[in-house]
């Protein structure tokens, strides 16, 4: 028995995974990032998107950093049929759109752009790379943070019981004593630790790193420190089993020359007492 031929293209189409349709559509779970809208006629190929991950960006004179943020990747492919746009279209496309809302090129050649963002939510790092043909193109996107800390009540407790102490990445809005949402976890568990074991009294200690002056950075650390016992009293803790104190850039950990010195600098120690 003869095949008809149009059941056999249709076939070799299914087997070989080249239908039309699924060809030229986003793949599954893929989506534009918020501060970029896709060139014309292309669709997403891939993505991927990971809450934490580390990407390096190339500088000017040959220099790169490496930035570290939530990381999202995503490749476009042209519509087959469309009209076909140049590397540079792409890279001016990119890079017009990161102008627009204040961002900043930091590198480019004839097929990649290195562009910043800062903008009022966030910092954010771009690499948008054009395929030599440019039927395709990448984007890899890093929204600059730092891994956020995670502790536990028991891992609080077991610092305390063997060091005397336990340093705490919480965070401040900057230049205030009001702490960030993300920093709330950290603050109840040390009200777990401190309920579990009613004997224990500690002290809260404020550290900031050197920028700004002396004075006012000893005031601010004080304020932190206050901040946190007071959030301490409202979870249950008696105010008698806690202590404020504030430090300023006195103590540092770290050397304050470069940033991630001073971010290990500027932490909240809860001292045994």
């Given at each position: 028995m003869k095949t008809k031929p149009g059941i056999l293209a249709m076939v070799s189409l299914l087997v070989l995974g080249?239908?039309?349709?699924?060809?030229?559509?986003?793949?599954?779970?893929?989506?534009?990032?918020?501060?970029?809208s896709r060139m014309p006629n292309f669709y997403i190929d891939?993505?991927?998107?990971?809450?934490?991950?580390?990407?390096?960006?190339?500088?000017?004179?040959?220099?790169?950093?490496?930035?570290?943020?939530?990381?999202?990747?995503?490749?476009?492919?042209?519509?087959?049929?469309?009209?076909?746009?140049?590397?540079l279209q792409i890279?001016?496309?990119?890079?017009?759109?990161?102008?627009?809302?204040?961002?900043?090129?930091?590198?480019?050649?004839?097929?990649?752009?290195?562009?910043?963002?800062?903008?009022?939510?966030?910092?954010?790092?771009?690499?948008?790379?054009?395929?030599?043909?440019?039927?395709?193109?990448?984007?890899?996107?890093?929204?600059?943070?730092?891994?956020?800390?995670?502790?536990?009540?028991?891992?609080?407790?077991?610092?305390?019981?063997?060091?005397?102490?336990?340093?705490?990445?919480?965070?401040?809005?900057?230049?205030?004593?009001?702490?960030?949402?993300?920093?709330?976890?950290?603050v109840e568990q040390i009200a777990a630790a401190l309920r579990d074991n009613p004997s224990l009294k500690v002290s809260v200690e404020g550290h900031t790193d050197n920028t700004g002056t002396p004075q006012g950075n000893k005031a601010l650390s004080m304020k932190r420190a206050e901040a946190v016992v007071a959030a301490l009293v409202q979870a249950g803790i008696a105010s008698g089993r806690l202590q404020a104190a504030g430090w300023g850039q006195e103590k540092p950990v770290a050397d304050n020359r470069s940033e991630e010195g001073r971010a290990k600098n500027r932490r909240v120690e809860v001292v045994k007492k």
């Amino acid at each position: 028995m003869k095949t008809k031929p149009g059941i056999l293209a249709m076939v070799s189409l299914l087997v070989l995974g080249l239908s039309p349709l699924w060809a030229q559509t986003d793949a599954e779970g893929c989506k534009d990032h918020p501060l970029f809208s896709r060139m014309p006629n292309f669709y997403i190929d891939a993505c991927e998107v990971n809450d934490f991950d580390s990407y390096e960006f190339y500088l000017d004179e040959g220099k790169t950093v490496a930035v570290e943020g939530a990381k999202t990747y995503l490749s476009y492919y042209i519509k087959e049929g469309s009209p076909v746009p140049s590397e540079l279209q792409i890279l001016r496309n990119f890079i017009n759109a990161a102008q627009k809302i204040a961002g900043q090129v930091l590198y480019k050649d004839g097929y990649n752009a290195y562009l910043k963002i800062a903008r009022a939510g966030g910092e954010f790092w771009v690499h948008v790379k054009a395929c030599d043909g440019a039927d395709c193109y990448q984007l890899t996107i890093i929204e600059k943070k730092a891994m956020v800390q995670e502790v536990t009540a028991n891992e609080i407790l077991d610092a305390l019981n063997s060091q005397g102490f336990i340093a705490l990445d919480i965070r401040f809005d900057t230049g205030q004593a009001t702490i960030k949402p993300e920093s709330k976890p950290i603050v109840e568990q040390i009200a777990a630790a401190l309920r579990d074991n009613p004997s224990l009294k500690v002290s809260v200690e404020g550290h900031t790193d050197n920028t700004g002056t002396p004075q006012g950075n000893k005031a601010l650390s004080m304020k932190r420190a206050e901040a946190v016992v007071a959030a301490l009293v409202q979870a249950g803790i008696a105010s008698g089993r806690l202590q404020a104190a504030g430090w300023g850039q006195e103590k540092p950990v770290a050397d304050n020359r470069s940033e991630e010195g001073r971010a290990k600098n500027r932490r909240v120690e809860v001292v045994k007492k």
